[in-house]
């Protein structure tokens, strides 16, 4: 075993204690509701590609993607991405301003 050394800068250094965070429930669940909501419609706007191209690719040749519904498909996308763009800006301000907010005190 070999012996510690009596060398001041080999040591290892004390660390000094962390400060405990403030608690931030409301903003906490409002930051963690919106990302929800950012991962939720980025899904419907995947899948409203995904149906929306077997749509097209098999309208002629299957039923059972010929049907009215599938034409909706088109929609989800134009209507989600927006939606979750504004989102995004949404919870990069509010991730700013509470950084700038904890970097003044």
Not at 10 to 34: F, H, I, S
């Amino acid at each position: 075993m070999p012996k510690a050394s009596s060398n001041p800068t080999q040591r290892p250094r004390k660390r000094a204690p962390q400060p405990v965070a403030e608690t931030r429930p409301g903003r906490d669940a409002l930051e963690r509701a919106l990302a929800i909501a950012v991962v939720v419609f980025g899904a419907i706007a995947v899948l409203g590609f995904a149906a929306t191209l077997l749509h097209v690719a098999f309208r002629d040749g299957n039923d059972f993607f010929a049907g009215v519904a599938w034409q909706y498909a088109y929609w989800l996308p134009l209507l989600a991405l927006p939606i979750m763009i504004v989102l995004v800006v949404v919870l990069v301000i509010m991730s700013a301003r509470d950084k700038a907010r904890t970097h003044r005190a």
